[in-house]
């Protein structure tokens, strides 16, 4: 069964600690994509990878943001210092560029609360 | 202005009705698009996608595609109360990331 994991499921924290969520990509994906949704703002795209490279990470803070991809089967989102207002819930996706479907699967995701 | 229009609802229709689902988009360029089922707490399902103009049917979902109009549509037929969520409309430009709109919350009452 391909699924996207995501570890944690759940953080609690507190301002000014860093928080690092982790993301495994359904196997043989080559795009990764980080979204945060807030009853605010919706779902926000806050960083693209194709075949580990960076694409898209203008949606992300870049003070205290930072996204990788180590290898192809491991995702990383590092928020450094976390502040309160990053309280939300971080979605990874996975989806295969190349046959023009753009179609993402989405993992369960990481709910953050920073107090 | 929000490149992914939806009317945030509460959509409710009774058990065994149609439930009718709509989207505007803003990019022309925009090739395909997409319907998320989104459970209370869960994270967004892949339900639909469609790359050309026309319907396409997965059971009792449907989903339109006009171009011209920049108009996507989800139809549920045979409502289920199982199928009370939020459904969330999504394109990609250009074959970048989906842009989301913000959902539609539909009730199916018993």
């Known amino acids: 069964d391909a699924r996207v994991t995501q570890t944690p499921r759940h953080k609690v924290t507190e301002m000014g600690q860093e928080v690092t969520m982790r993301c495994q990509p359904i196997l043989g994906h080559n795009t990764v994509f980080w979204y945060r949704q807030t009853m605010m703002q919706g779902l926000e795209l806050l960083a693209y990878?194709?075949?580990?490279?960076?694409?898209?990470d203008s949606g992300m803070p870049k003070d205290r943001f930072s996204a990788e991809m180590p290898d192809a089967t491991l995702a990383t989102l590092k928020i450094q210092p976390s502040e309160p207002r990053d309280s939300a819930v971080y979605f990874c996706?996975?989806?295969?560029?190349?046959?023009?479907?753009?179609?993402?699967?989405f993992g369960p995701g990481t709910r953050l609360t920073v107090t | 202005q929000k490149e992914v229009e939806q009317n945030s609802g509460p959509l409710s229709v009774p058990e065994g009705a149609i439930a009718s689902l709509n989207c505007t988009y803003s990019d022309r360029g925009s090739q395909s698009f997409f319907w998320y089922r989104q459970y209370s707490g869960k994270s967004p399902e892949l339900i639909m996608s469609?790359?050309?103009?026309g319907d396409k049917e997965d059971g009792r979902f449907t989903a339109q595609l006009n171009k011209a109009s920049q108009y996507v549509s989800l139809l549920i037929r045979d409502s289920q109360p199982s199928d009370s969520a939020t459904y969330l409309c999504a394109e990609a430009p250009g074959r970048r990331a989906l842009t989301f709109g913000s959902g539609t919350r539909l009730q199916v009452q018993p």
């Open positions: 469609i790359y050309s103009n």
């Open positions: 990878f194709r075949n580990r490279a960076p694409l898209d």
């Open positions: 996706a996975s989806g295969f560029s190349g046959t023009g479907t753009d179609e993402q699967y």
